[in-house]
Structures are given as structure tokens and as C-alpha cells.
């Protein structure tokens, strides 16, 4: 009987400290982002107001690398679904990091004509508005802090401006399509006379990206639905 109590307090200890080392992974790692993310919408937003609309034009070329950076860096939130050290739903959070890397990766940064575009910056703005809100509620979360009003912002924000981004995502391609039609940026001949025009992918990716929207609009929200139903509205006495 002793030695099962011995038996039971180590593997209670072990939980213990994977649950530590789990959650201080999860704080590094959403404290970069937040870091990175804060330093992308500080920085647009002193170049806006030193510069003003010239500062959009050349946004990419000021920070397109940090950009880029915390966009891959993001892509282990994928590893850490699937592992289990961060419960979330694994298909949502695959597409909204495929809309964010094909748009950046694949339309911005292959088409230099695309990277002085107005829509590039919009696009940083309202991806950094979200993240900001996101990592920080994330970040404290995972040490047991809660505030509501941070809950509740974290959980509606995205609800304006979640479908802006898809249209805005969803122009960058529009604005796109002319250069890659122009210089035949991977648009590839294959053996047997078949070949990949690339405009057309990107016009089948853009009916896929509303319909994207409506399958990750709807988790978001019944995401919401469940975390906001944690704090009850406290009815006024008669």
C-alpha cells in the first residue's frame, strides 16, 4: 500500500511539470508573436503618421520580412494541435494559415509589381489587429489570467473584420492576376501535352476562399458562443 502511494505521487508530480513545460512553451512562443505582431503595427502605424499615405506604398519593403517571419514562425500552431498541447480545432486553423501564407508567400512576395499595392497594407492592419488581440489573450490565458473585456473582444473582433480580410485577400489576387498572366510566374508545361496555367489556379482558389470563409465563420462563432457563455449576464433584481 505504500509503495502504490509512492507511485501515485510521482506521476502526479510528472504531470505536474509536463503541464509546466507545456505552458511556459506556449507563453514563449505566444509572447513572440505578440512581440513580433506589436512591432509590425507600431512601426506601420509611426510611418503612417510620419509619412502618411506614402508610407503604404513601400509597407512590404519596410516590413515585409518580419511579416513573413511570424507568418511561418505560426505555422507550428499546426504541430501544436495535432500533438495536443493547445486544444483547438485542426481544419480552422489550417485554413485561416493557408489563406495568410498562399496570399503572402505566393501572390505578394512572387509579384514585386503586387508589393506597393494600398491593399497589402490594409491586409497588414486588420491580420495584426487580430493577432495582437489573439496572442495576448492566448499568452495570459495559458498562466491563468482572465479579464472579460479581453475575453470578449478576443472572441468578437474578428467578426468585422475576419470577412474584410478574406475581400481584401480576395483583391490582392484580382490585382495580381494581370502580372502573373504577363510574366507566366509558376505556370508550367507537364509531359503529355498538359500544362498548368497559373491565373486559372488562383480563379479556383479565390471560389474556394468564400467558401472557406462561411466553414471558418461558423466554428469561429460557435467558438464564441461557448467562451462567452462562461460569463453570465447578471439579471437586475425587480
Not at 505521487?9 to 505552458?23: E, F, L, V
Not at 494541435?81 to 480545432?89: D, L, P
Not at 490594409?122 to 490565458?141: A, C, E, G, K, Q
Request: charged residues 15%; glycine residues 6%; contains cysteine.
Amino acid at each position: 500500500m505504500q509503495s502504490c502511494g509512492v507511485i501515485f505521487r510521482s506521476n502526479s508530480g510528472g504531470n505536474t511539470y509536463h503541464k509546466y513545460r507545456k505552458n511556459a512553451y506556449l507563453f514563449i512562443y505566444y509572447l513572440i508573436q505578440f512581440c513580433g505582431h506589436s512591432w509590425i503595427f507600431t512601426n506601420m502605424t509611426v510611418r503612417f503618421f510620419s509619412f502618411g499615405k506614402d508610407s503604404m506604398v513601400d509597407t512590404f519593403y519596410a516590413i515585409g520580412l518580419v511579416m513573413r517571419l511570424c507568418q511561418s514562425v505560426s505555422l507550428l500552431e499546426l504541430l501544436h494541435i495535432y500533438v495536443g498541447i493547445e486544444s483547438n480545432h485542426l481544419l480552422p486553423r489550417f485554413l485561416q494559415l493557408t489563406e495568410r501564407i498562399i496570399i503572402l508567400f505566393v501572390v505578394i512576395t512572387s509579384q514585386e509589381e503586387v508589393q506597393g499595392k494600398y491593399v497589402v497594407c490594409v491586409l497588414f492592419i486588420f491580420w495584426n489587429l487580430l493577432d495582437m488581440v489573439r496572442y495576448t489573450y492566448s499568452m495570459l490565458s495559458v498562466i491563468g489570467i482572465s479579464y472579460a473585456v479581453l475575453t470578449w473582444l478576443s472572441q468578437t473582433l474578428w467578426m468585422p473584420i475576419y470577412p474584410l480580410c478574406v475581400l481584401a485577400e480576395a483583391f490582392a489576387i484580382y490585382q495580381s492576376l494581370p502580372y502573373f498572366e504577363s510574366f507566366g510566374t509558376y505556370s508550367t508545361k507537364l509531359p503529355f501535352d498538359l500544362s498548368i496555367y497559373f491565373p486559372y489556379v488562383l480563379k479556383i482558389y479565390l471560389m474556394m476562399l468564400f467558401i472557406g470563409m462561411y466553414f471558418t465563420y461558423s466554428h469561429l462563432y460557435s467558438e464564441r458562443r461557448d467562451i462567452l457563455g462562461i460569463f453570465p449576464i447578471k439579471k437586475k433584481k425587480m
